[in-house]
Every structure is written in structure tokens, then in C-alpha cells.
């Protein structure tokens, strides 16, 4: 059986689900090392959400793992030398893996690693860059960083990207077509919609302990308050509608939060939910008719949330700077472009208009638009390509 050694910093809920299935599925062997020791304690300061944070959900399940020690004198995945581990060249020779697959080359040992394996075994790659944020202006600070990322690249054999707009980053940056595989971005779509009936009941509750009207239309934003993310938009478009019957959830926590709730505390349409675990999101996105992702980034690279609200069979809104806008089929032209208010308010209207039962009638066939964007799909993905090699 072919062996695959996977290299990423540490665990997350998106990427948990993946390995364990991989593991079941039996068609490789696997070992994925993470390179943030200090994240093994499962508890990590989220700098977004200004708070430390625990997952609710097993991510060390199902599957072989190993905590490679990071000597980093300020450790974490916000910076390039927060990575630092000296045997995990080592370790992973002992492990003796027919091909390697490193997440993100923008930490110490990431890039190390990838070098030193080239030419020695296939060197895979997945990252989700785009170039949405990238502005059309030459400058010599953007042509350096054009040189660089062709060099980093040039140590890689096969990339899986996620999407259209990662996959024109990639080509942009040296790699050829050949050299690209698709491996959708995904989440564990069975989660969030499997106990449809029972989590669809539990919403309903939360929303009458809310004090929320039947049949008021609900748009939600689930996410960190941060500029990346672009809340106070979202805010500034709901208030500019007059519709006293509309509600507006916000849940989440982060910097922005204080600003937000002065400018909202008028508003008895407004409704604020602390940080809210990973078991709860699927009854969380049931609490709204409509998601709305207004990111203005840089850095709003896919926008996973949209996957796990489409799972559960409801509509969202999102701009144009986020990496999924070009890939996700999002229905009634509910792409708006980032920073505009006036466009945005068009699309919430048009959903007003359309009313919360006509948008309940829609909930399976949303839940089936996701189908294809699955955990599944990337397994197959990097399993047939670590045997081609």
C-alpha cells in the first residue's frame, strides 16, 4: 500500500474529517504530522475571535497522527518562523512515505520541507490562495513576490486546488495545467444535514426563545467580527431598510464586536449570539433564512461557512472577494460586489420579496446543489494521484 505523509500545522474541523475518512477508506496508508505542538492541548488563542478557543468535535480520530515539537519562540500559525521544528525532516524519513502532501508553505519548516523532499519523492501541495485581492497595478513590490512564489512552486510536483480562483493563483505563479488536480473544497456535508428534521426543530425553538416572529425573514451572519469579514457593511445595508418585520443574527465575537453593537443598539431588529461550537452550527445556520458573507478581505479565500449553510439547505448572500462566489452555484444573482452597499440591499430585497415559504420550499434541492463539493470527492482525488505517481 502506498504511503502518504501529510504535513500541516494543526488540527482544524475541516481537514479532521478528511483524514479519518481517508484512513477508513483504506486505499493508502497515511500519517499526518502537525507542526504546532503547543496545539495539541486542543485550546489555542484565536486572535480573530480575541479569545481562546476549544472545539466541541473530535479531530484526533480514526486516524494516525503525530505532534512534531515546534521550538518557535513566539509559536502559532500567524507568522512564518511560528513554525519551527527540527526532526521533522527526520520524522518523516522514518516514516518513509512514497509521496509527501504539505498544507501551506508560508511557515519555517513547511518550506523547508518542501525543498528538501524535492526530487527525492513526489512533493503534493494544497493551499487556497487567489488573486481577488490583487490589483492590476504593476508594482516592484508585487514582481518580487511573483518571482518568489515561482520558486517556491517549482519544488512541486502535483497540486489539488479548490476552486476556479485558486486555480488561476496557481497557474499565475509558474504551474502547469498538467501539474493541477481539482480537489473541491469541502466540509463534512453528512454533519450538517443528516438529523435535518431534528435540527430544523430545534432552530424553530431557538427562534421563538429569540422572540422572532413566525414568518419574519432572518438573515444571518456567523463568523469573526473583524474587517476582514466586513459585518459593519451588512449592518449598514440591513438598517437601511425599513422593513420592521425582517431580523437580522449576528453570532460570533472579535474586534469590531463593541463598534457594532453601539451602532446597532437602536435597532430592536438586531439580534447578537455569542461564539457559538461546532456542534451547535448546524442548528445556528438553521436560525436564519438567508447566510450573508459580505468579506472584503484580503484573505477571504474560499469562505467555508457557505459550504456547511448550503448543507443545510439554506440560501446565502456573499461578495465577490470571496474564493467560492465563482464556484458554488448561489441562486437569484446573490453575488454582490464587495464595499457596495446599494447592491447588496438589492439582493436582501429581492429575498424579502420572495418570502420565507417560497425559500423553505427550496431546502433539499440547495442540499443537493452541495452534494459534488464533498469530503468524499478529495479523497478520491488524492488517493488516485499518490498511485499514478
Not at 16 to 42: C, D, H, M
Not at 137 to 165: C, E, H, M, P, T
Request: one cysteine or more; proline letters at 4%; charged letters at 25%.
Amino acid at each position: 500500500m502506498k504511503r502518504l505523509a501529510i504535513i500541516t500545522s494543526h488540527p482544524i474541523q475541516y481537514n479532521a474529517p478528511l483524514f479519518k475518512l481517508l484512513a477508513e477508506r483504506n486505499r493508502i496508508e497515511l500519517k499526518v504530522f502537525y507542526t504546532w505542538s503547543q496545539s495539541q492541548s486542543g485550546k489555542l488563542y484565536d486572535p480573530g475571535f480575541a479569545q481562546s478557543r476549544e472545539w466541541d468535535i473530535p479531530l484526533l480520530e480514526g486516524y494516525d497522527f503525530d505532534f512534531v515539537e515546534n521550538t518557535a519562540k513566539d509559536p502559532g500559525s500567524h507568522h512564518f518562523r511560528g513554525i519551527i521544528n527540527p526532526d521533522l525532516i527526520q520524522r518523516i524519513k522514518i516514516y518513509n512515505p512514497d509521496a509527501i502532501l504539505i498544507y501551506g508553505w508560508s511557515f519555517h519548516s513547511h518550506l523547508k520541507a518542501l525543498r528538501h523532499f524535492k526530487g527525492k519523492i513526489p512533493v503534493l501541495f494544497r493551499g487556497d490562495s487567489t488573486l481577488l485581492n490583487e490589483t492590476s497595478k504593476l508594482s516592484f513590490k508585487k514582481i518580487l513576490r511573483r518571482i518568489f512564489l515561482r520558486w517556491v512552486y517549482r519544488s512541486v510536483d502535483k497540486v489539488f486546488y479548490v476552486g476556479l480562483s485558486n486555480k488561476q493563483y496557481f497557474l499565475s505563479n509558474g504551474l502547469h495545467t498538467d501539474q493541477l488536480i481539482f480537489a473541491p473544497h469541502a466540509i463534512d456535508n453528512e454533519r450538517f444535514f443528516l438529523n435535518n428534521e431534528y435540527y430544523e426543530k430545534e432552530a424553530s425553538l431557538w427562534r421563538k426563545q429569540l422572540n422572532i416572529p413566525e414568518n419574519s425573514m432572518v438573515f444571518l451572519f456567523a463568523g469573526k467580527l473583524e474587517p476582514k469579514k466586513n459585518p459593519l457593511l451588512l449592518l449598514d445595508a440591513f438598517q437601511s431598510i425599513s422593513d420592521a418585520s425582517i431580523r437580522l443574527v449576528l453570532v460570533g465575537n472579535g474586534i469590531l464586536e463593541r463598534d457594532i453593537k453601539d451602532k446597532a443598539k437602536n435597532d430592536p431588529r438586531i439580534i447578537f449570539l455569542d461564539f457559538q461550537n461546532q456542534s451547535r452550527m448546524p442548528i445556528v445556520y438553521r436560525l436564519g433564512d438567508v447566510f450573508i458573507l459580505p468579506s472584503r478581505g484580503p484573505g477571504e479565500t474560499w469562505g467555508l461557512s457557505v459550504n456547511e449553510v448550503l448543507a443545510c439547505g439554506r440560501s446565502a448572500i456573499l461578495s465577490d472577494k470571496c474564493g467560492c462566489a465563482v464556484d458554488l452555484n448561489i441562486a437569484n444573482n446573490s453575488v454582490f460586489t464587495s464595499g457596495d452597499k446599494n447592491m447588496l440591499v438589492g439582493v436582501m430585497n429581492k429575498y424579502i420579496n420572495q418570502g420565507r415559504n417560497d425559500l423553505q420550499k427550496m431546502t433539499s434541492s440547495i442540499q443537493q446543489q452541495i452534494q459534488p463539493w464533498s469530503l468524499e470527492n478529495v479523497a478520491s482525488a488524492i488517493e488516485e494521484t499518490v498511485h499514478s505517481l
